[in-house]
């Protein structure tokens, strides 16, 4: 279990927060989601993203900052002349609830409306042990950071959370997650409702992520897929620029596509799913095997001394040399590019990231996947395909909640009159 880490709030307002959205016009609001998505812009800058006149985009600049919805920081580099000031999300706009959970872990934080991370906790969490359990402790966990943070309750006004499984991102509820038993029909909004009244907005772990890394590139790069490989293997597609998610929230969930008829059966019913073939329990069945067998005398050792084979026990025997683990994580990135390699053909991204647990188990693991897909796809797809490590890594997850949370809040708020 991490420490919780914390840095104090320097804002005074935080009261007036939900009171300034319900005045907020269409040109002002797309001012607030362009430096959102910039992360800091100057007034010029502004007026080139949103199209607006030079004076419509000051006037709007004008209201924002005098109902203390926009901070003036320090001014950008020079270019020659009076350096302009540098436009961010006003601190005393509140905070962000920010709930990354996965399979086998669970992260919370608290961040400023710029996404700055002011307090942040990662602990374990076995999501099998259902929503009360889990989602008690999430609140738990957000009081705590909001007490070293002297943040009250009231002042939080958006949540986002990523979750494991299939989401029907309209209602927030999980539909027949694999993974997931008693959380079915199970309403996360309500339940963080009874403690705050800000919106809570949910959405598959891997849309999440690919959230946060759309964020982190300011929608500059506007078509690219995040897989998560771990205990499950999960795709977020981004589509010109936002999140695709299908007509029922299912878009992504590429574990369950075939790449061997004669494989495994799947808990999905179905035989060879790439989820059951290559991810996290699939690479430690087959170094369990390999240890059983004799096939490998350092994966034998371990199994000996620890009594359980990990992904990361086979990763370090291939990093140390050992060829039945550097077999191991070839076939499974083989296998995950293969079904990536169809994933591209169909939609021809500009990038695919790798993410997840299993994703760093060494160099060959991710050298397999990009072969496989180069092997696999059309020579047009993969002509500007850059396949690399998700950028970042670990904090994707968090980081995308808070994105999310951020702009479902301002795109809603935009429907309104």
């Known amino acids: 279990m991490t420490k ?20 907020v016009s269409p040109a002002e609001l797309a001012i607030l989601e362009t430096i959102f998505w910039s992360a800091g812009v100057s007034r010029a800058e502004l007026a080139q993203h949103t199209e607006f006149s030079r004076s419509k985009a000051n006037n709007a600049v004008a209201s924002l900052l005098e109902r203390g919805m926009l901070d003036e920081t320090g001014p950008q580099a020079s270019s020659g002349g009076r350096r302009a000031e540098t436009l961010l999300l006003s601190r005393s706009l509140g905070y962000v609830a920010a709930i990354d959970l996965g399979a086998t872990s669970l992260d919370v934080a608290l961040m400023t409306p710029d996404l700055t991370v002011l307090a942040h ?11 009360g359990v889990i989602l008690s402790r999430v609140r738990e966990i957000l009081r705590e950071l909001r007490e070293r943070c002297k943040v009250r309750r009231e002042q ?7 979750a494991p499984g299939p989401v029907e991102f309209g209602s927030g509820l999980l539909f027949a997650p694999p993974i997931m038993p008693g959380w079915e029909g199970f309403s996360i909004r309500e ?31 506007p078509n690219l897929i995040v897989v998560k490989i771990g205990t499950g293997i999960g795709c977020g597609i981004v589509c010109n620029g936002m999140i695709y998610r299908g007509a029922d929230g ?13 494989g495994l059966r799947c808990h999905c019913g179905n035989q060879g799913c790439v989820e059951v073939m290559a991810a996290a329990p699939a690479i430690a069945r087959m170094g369990t095997e390999a240890a059983r067998d004799g ?19 086979v990763g370090n025997a291939s990093r140390s040399g050992d060829t039945t683990a550097n077999a191991i994580v070839k076939l499974a990135g083989t296998l995950i590019g293969q079904m990536l390699a169809s994933a591209v053909n169909f939609f021809n991204p500009s990038q695919v990231l790798i993410s997840g647990g299993v994703s760093r188990i060494g160099p060959l693991f991710l050298a397999a996947i990009r072969q496989s897909i180069y092997h696999r796809s059309l020579a047009l797809s993969t002509r500007h395909l850059e396949i690399q490590y998700a950028p970042l890594g670990e904090r994707a997850g968090i980081i995308g909640a808070g994105a999310l949370a951020l702009h479902e809040t301002l795109r809603r708020r935009g429907r309104m009159p």
């Open 250 to 262: 299912s878009a992504g969930d590429v574990g369950h596509i075939c790449v061997d008829p004669n």
């Open 191 to 221: 339940y963080l409702g009874d403690e705050y009244r800000a919106p809570a907005y949910i959405d598959n772990d891997v849309n999440v992520m690919a959230m946060g890394e759309l964020w982190r590139t300011h929608r500059r790069v």
């Open 121 to 131: 906790h990662a602990e374990p969490a076995d999501v099998g042990a259902g929503p």
């Open 4 to 23: 919780l880490v914390a840095k104090p709030a320097t804002h005074s307002e935080g009261t007036r927060q939900v009171e300034r959205w319900d005045h």
């Open 156 to 162: 939080i006004f958006a949540i986002g959370m990523g």
């Open 295 to 313: 096939q490998s005398a350092m994966l034998a050792e371990v199994l000996a001394s620890k009594g359980v084979i990990t992904p990361e026990d």
